[in-house]
């Protein structure tokens, strides 16, 4: 893979420079680099101190460094594993949040504000009730169970299965149960913060000390006057809980649970959640299936955060056309199978004399191989491509923000763009016959998608 | 107080190590760290430059700055007299600035583009025409006055008086008088810069030397041709005025004015003003009440904005129930009174080892005596109480940002969150029988207000 | 000239300072600098890397970028010739790119997320099919041609004549033929990117080398399969095209197309596009016309974005009145003509001693001679005043950003928001008798435009 961006090289000179430094005016400097950096948010910026302190114990830290670099700079658009960090994690489950798009490249400026994050349960497993400042909305991946909100004066509980698509307003208060007895319940979240842009934080009200209820930061002067009880009443409820934020439940609590929101559900389930398999399959064929959300479809959930979604099933083998989302930014996150992605990404222009011959954009290739759990980003107007796997289905959720009036133009394929062109048109842009840009663009027959390629570029890494 | 943020205690630190080098290096290190900050907005940057200049002339400038860290380290969220800058003072009133939020602390970025300013006008005052380059809602705290608008073919005046709620439209060019003999107006606005995120400035065509015309900025001959009128008329006008922007108004100029805001008045005082007091009152008892004003209630001006405005009474001793809003992050300033605040602050998360148990967020305790004046900055989620000393009672008013569909939901109370989880997620979440849960949560019997605590925190420091 | 801001110079110091330094740590410093000012968008921090290098090099740096600072200082809001960079040029035309505005100052990242580009096309020339990651609206500023859009259903083309106006939609594929046998077509847009705020990318599926297709970035096995195609026969199609991305036309091609689209447009021509000179004309006269376009009038097109049009025509020798938007920042570029402008600009406060009395804000004047091309921002409730040349009529277009609401508040002649005081506002304001205020504010019967001066101050520079 080339490298796609200019910059990141300049970056790894920059970095060798500084390498060359003696160590303590480096920690020192690196120390001042960080206080400087007052537009960094807390995460980031706390990363920055520890940077420096690593420094100083000796480490090597340079080397990992400039190979963090080579890889952003190689591919911005790319998440896996090692970009989460873990949010929360007991032995029944965990809550991960990928790292800020912005902290990765400033060329995800953009969406700087979203975030995304993965809550894994157990079977037989309870997570504990907490409101989060960030609007969200969640796919359920895999598994089933049973989410409940709760006011100062309702209850609400809906059920899950795979496909479900819920919106989570920001200030909720809520808890989820997995009552299966076998699967884990998988759900994957896009969250939107309301306070600070890209950072958000879960409260604990409920709990003990871990999770630490946010109640104990209270004095207990104000506690006992809240709740009109003594003080040792108050610790002993708020001192007990020590099994952490996601506990396995007895079978009679799960069945109370789950018995309970059958009989409250009612109308309720219809009105918070769908199934993005009831949705519009825009396009459907041997090689594929795409179902598509639009934010004007569920006002109620997604109008007001703008964001569309989609369900990509791509047979193993085949492939989707070249396309591009109009307006929309693109945050794929693969939830079965394996595959690999390429996507057309414009170059750093060279920077020119004044005067001279300008030739406009080039463009590099972003190329990954795809696995449960990879993230990818594909910017509005990007053209790129998806390929599933010899052996195995492929199936991709993904977030679209700014989905209203979003539109997927197909750059290969029965119906494409460029069949579209007047004869002239065609003949001035390709500068050769329109005989001969026809044979090209109205060869494949099919729409959307396609038979993949036969040698399959990634196949033997993410088969590995 | 504890710190609530480890980030803070890293940068003092960082400052100190700082302070070790020699003086010339620093000053030039300082000039180049302050050019490097083309993020910032020009009055920092220009602070930024000022201090390193303090650094040369050997002032011990580390010194006050390790303490304004420490400060700001401590308590990011509230604001007292010495955050404010004074943006207009004459013998007769002031116009004070609070300074930018994101001045103070990264975790604020969310409002960097609101203000809050402060309008206090002596009896028989008059405020010299001006507009600004900004939108902004204001509160009446105390007094009575007239405000008139005027445009190129029209003039409207309003009637002032306590509790009252204005939107002033960007632009706009109006004057007021405090026609009062004995009492100083006072105003409390928000304000909302349309032109750079979190700057705004005044600009004054009618006035002279001072409060300066924007007039005199512009040619001799273009004024002479844009007047029609010869260079010495109108350098006898624009020279004349050397008062400053806040003057004494003769009785016959106040009753002048305020007897034709009288008459011209009519209907408009109703379609430009509404009271609190005549808002919604969605709880009260005998230790306090809550009104509050949702930007869909008032549209015309208040909906463009997405500003809430809420007003709290508190009865002296009593206290507010902890409670969070679920959407709106609350700029609150204290109209009336004394007392104190809490609010709980989820610490950073501890940076962990990949694969370790994680126990997810932990909150740390927000505090701060209460006067009037004191500005106070709740994030939505975050749970907080305020408490009335016991000696006066306490009134605050709230600009709600992000008002609409914002709910405040109570933690303890007859009505609270926590009384609605079903008997096994109480179990599970407080690892204790729900009897000893609702021993707690259901002991107070009043709603939203409730009887304060027997010995109060910040009693000592808020009656010295 | 005076300089505007006292920041600017205080930047020159500092340059000065470093300049001191040695060449090597410089050049080393300078690329710290870079690598840490990640909030940079990648544009500029290339060219911060590259002015690193130039150091090295041992070119003398420090004088220019003085001398480009110093202007920086005196006058951030006036773009000309040399402040924008060539996005595309052949020899038969070329696509023009404004800098961004914030690297240009801080005082403008209100504006941020907006770009100006000028299109010039020869005669009988053909602009290659492209999409760009952004929202635009464009201004026919001189000429006639033919705009097509494609879908991968459908084809719309559009004339083109002066003063028309047409928004295009992110995403869109498009080609422009100018089928004038002697004229150049002239088009500026406004550009507002959907991915990265401020940043922006052609993408060109048709062509071959030059421009170059992004469908090149792709795999051939991937080509292969989308276009079940071999590998040979695509090569052949996207190697030919080397001729650029503006190329002539043979006048059958140009025929056709223009033929073509006579036929095909009916009444999709009157949807996509809408001409100034058919809107409200809101102030005229024998010194000047304004033509106004709101967003709220052409909802299709402006309303989302939120942008307004304006067209202002001076008669030679004339000028307007001083007068500031309400909301709007105003970008305007000089369509036709010559003349100057001036603007009354508010002063960065002075720091004051605590307690002390405080002036409010002073003003300085910016000015710039007007000529075709420049490019001039006029920020909300900044009063200006633009003067046409005793020899030429000066034609303005003006972009308006958030244009819904906005007002013009004329400052002098027959309606003037001055006129509107009450007689004791006007005494105390100005500080002299009402019948001296209304002499000066009387004078001036005409409304909107006139006279203009005698003695023009930029007269002898603009007609150099």
């Given at each position: 893979m080339r490298a796609c961006l200019v910059l990141f090289a300049l970056l790894l000179v920059s970095a060798a420079t500084v390498a060359l430094g003696t160590r303590d005016p480096e920690v020192q400097q690196c120390r001042e680099k960080c206080e400087s950096e007052r537009h960094l948010d807390k995460e980031r910026r706390q990363r920055c101190f520890q940077r420096c302190e690593e420094k100083q114990s000796g480490d090597d830290i340079m080397e990992g460094r400039s190979e963090s670099e080579e890889e952003q700079g190689q591919n911005p658009y790319v998440f896996e594993d090692r970009h989460f960090v873990t949010g929360m994690q007991t032995q029944h489950g965990r809550i991960r949040i990928l790292q800020k798009f912005t902290d990765r490249s400033e060329l995800l400026r953009g969406i700087e504000n979203y975030r995304v994050a993965t809550l894994e349960i157990d079977p037989q497993t309870f997570v504990v009730p907490s409101h989060w400042d960030a609007d969200?909305?969640?796919?359920?991946?895999?598994?089933?169970?049973?989410?409940?909100?709760?006011?100062?004066?309702?209850?609400?509980?809906?059920?899950?299965?795979?496909?479900?698509?819920?919106?989570?307003?920001?200030?909720?208060?809520?808890?989820?149960?997995?009552?299966?007895?076998?699967?884990?319940?998988?759900?994957?979240?896009?969250?939107?913060?309301?306070?600070?842009?890209?950072?958000?934080?879960?409260?604990?009200?409920?709990?003990?000390?871990?999770?630490?209820?946010?109640?104990?930061?209270?004095?207990?002067?104000?506690?006992?006057?809240?709740?009109?009880?003594?003080?040792?009443?108050?610790?002993?409820?708020?001192?007990?809980?020590?099994?952490?934020?996601?506990?396995?439940?007895?079978?009679?609590?799960?069945?109370?649970?789950?018995?309970?929101?059958?009989?409250?559900?009612?109308?309720?389930?219809?009105?918070?959640?769908?199934?993005?398999?009831?949705?519009?399959?825009?396009?459907?064929?041997?090689?594929?299936?795409?179902?598509?959300?639009?934010?004007?479809?569920?006002?109620?959930?997604?109008?007001?955060?703008?964001?569309?979604?989609?369900?990509?099933?791509?047979?193993?083998?085949?492939?989707?056309?070249?396309?591009?989302?109009?307006?929309?930014?693109?945050?794929?996150?693969?939830?079965?199978?394996?595959?690999?992605?390429?996507?057309?990404?414009?170059?750093?222009?060279?920077?020119?004399?004044?005067?001279?011959?300008?030739?406009?954009?080039?463009?590099?290739?972003?190329?990954?191989?795809?696995?449960?759990?990879?993230?990818?980003?594909?910017p509005a107007g990007h053209p790129s491509v998806v390929v599933a796997s010899k052996n195995q289905n492929l199936q991709i959720v993904g977030f679209e923000i700014n989905g209203s009036n979003n539109e997927k133009i197909p750059l290969a394929g029965r119906r494409n763009v460029i069949n579209q062109l007047e004869r002239e048109a065609k003949e001035l842009a390709f500068g050769v016959s329109e005989r001969q840009v026809d044979e090209v663009f109205k060869a494949q027959q099919e729409e959307f998608f396609f038979k993949g390629p036969r040698h399959q570029q990634h196949q033997g890494r993410s088969d590995e």
């Open positions: 969200s909305v969640f796919f359920v991946a895999r598994g089933e169970g049973t989410l409940t909100s709760v006011w100062e004066d309702r209850r609400e509980s809906y059920n899950l299965k795979q496909g479900d698509i819920m919106r989570m307003r920001a200030g909720t208060t809520s808890y989820v149960i997995n009552q299966d007895n076998n699967e884990r319940l998988i759900l994957v979240k896009l969250v939107k913060p309301v306070n600070t842009p890209g950072n958000f934080e879960a409260f604990f009200g409920a709990g003990g000390e871990n999770p630490e209820s946010f109640y104990s930061a209270f004095s207990n002067e104000i506690l006992e006057a809240a709740f009109n009880t003594k003080r040792d009443r108050l610790q002993r409820l708020f001192g007990q809980q020590k099994q952490g934020g996601i506990l396995k439940a007895s079978q009679e609590q799960v069945r109370a649970m789950s018995h309970r929101q059958e009989e409250g559900r009612g109308g309720e389930s219809k009105k918070g959640t769908f199934n993005i398999y009831s949705q519009r399959r825009t396009h459907s064929n041997q090689y594929g299936q795409l179902y598509v959300v639009d934010p004007s479809q569920h006002r109620q959930q997604l109008q007001d955060l703008d964001i569309g979604i989609s369900l990509l099933n791509i047979t193993q083998g085949a492939m989707t056309a070249p396309l591009y989302n109009t307006k929309s930014t693109k945050i794929a996150v693969v939830v079965e199978g394996e595959g690999y992605f390429e996507m057309a990404c414009p170059h750093l222009s060279q920077p020119q004399s004044e005067g001279s011959t300008s030739r406009g954009p080039s463009y590099q290739k972003v190329t990954t191989p795809l696995r449960q759990g990879t993230v990818v980003v594909i």
